[in-house]
């Protein structure tokens, strides 16, 4: 496979967006990195794609900065670039919440490595909640996990007042895509009095990178916003496209979107 594609954030406080964004677009905007970076003043939130040096010479280039010194990449592969163009963007919130008392860079759940998941979520006093939005839960998500029902992450604290309580639910480990919902939606369960907060490091995808079938406790595709649109165990390619008609996820084999009945 000749593209690798990284994902990463850092939420880190940056006084000048728009600086970090024309810089960004000096190092990278000359052709050799697709994708999406995002840019806020709590952080940074990126996929891009690449060759694999054009990739590490932009990872190295960000760790030069000291806020982004110990950013954290979860690397994938394929044949082709998942994008067709870079684009850099300044956002309020590089992942939106719009609950200011949410803020990672004050408080933080516990991080749990790949390989203590599974250890974590079979215990009978953990309840488990996916941070993602229902489509992509649709497609794959952790035995036993809870389904929030949001269309957005936006929503999620609606979901959490009237579906967990701090007194009754003493230990709570939530997980996303890459870790960065979960991050912030873990700030906001401990804002709110939650008194024991659990999220998956690196998320899902360092998780199916990590830990063997055999041993998983993952079931179907995880969803990615790009054009490889699921990845599967070993973070290979998986078997959905996208509809069409309304953007949803959609398997290879199905002919016909269940969600608006359009074809692929």
Avoid at 8 to 31: S, T
Avoid at 124 to 135: A, F, G, K, L
């Amino acid at each position: 496979m000749s593209v690798t594609i990284t994902a990463f954030y850092k939420f880190v406080a940056i006084d000048n967006p728009e600086a970090l964004r024309e810089a960004v677009f000096a190092h990278c905007g000359h052709g050799a990195i697709m994708g999406t970076i995002l840019i806020a003043p709590e952080g940074i939130n990126a996929t891009i794609a690449g060759s694999d040096a054009a990739i590490r010479s932009t990872l190295a280039w960000l760790r030069a900065d000291p806020r982004f010194a110990d950013l954290v990449s979860k690397e994938s592969y394929a044949d082709e670039a998942p994008f067709g163009h870079l684009r850099v963007k300044i956002k309020r919130e590089i992942v939106t919440l719009r609950r200011p008392e949410a803020d990672p860079s004050k408080q933080v759940g516990i991080y749990v490595p790949p390989e203590q998941w599974n250890e974590l979520v079979s215990r009978d006093d953990v309840i488990v909640v996916d941070t993602r939005n229902t489509y992509e839960v649709g497609i794959g998500t952790f035995k036993g996990a809870i389904d929030p029902g949001t269309s957005a992450f936006s929503e999620f604290p609606d979901f959490v007042g009237a579906n967990l309580d701090p007194s009754k639910h003493k230990r709570v480990a939530m997980f996303c895509t890459g870790g960065i919902r979960c991050e912030k939606a873990s700030a906001y369960l401990l804002s709110q009095g939650f008194p024991e907060v659990y999220h998956l490091e690196g998320g899902i995808l360092k998780y199916l990178e990590t830990i063997p079938p055999e041993q998983s406790l993952w079931q179907g595709e995880c969803f990615v916003f790009d054009e490889r649109v699921s990845l599967e165990h070993g973070v290979r390619p998986g078997t959905h496209v996208m509809c069409r008609s309304c953007g949803l996820p959609l398997s290879r084999d199905a002919g016909q979107c269940p969600t608006c009945s359009a074809g692929e």
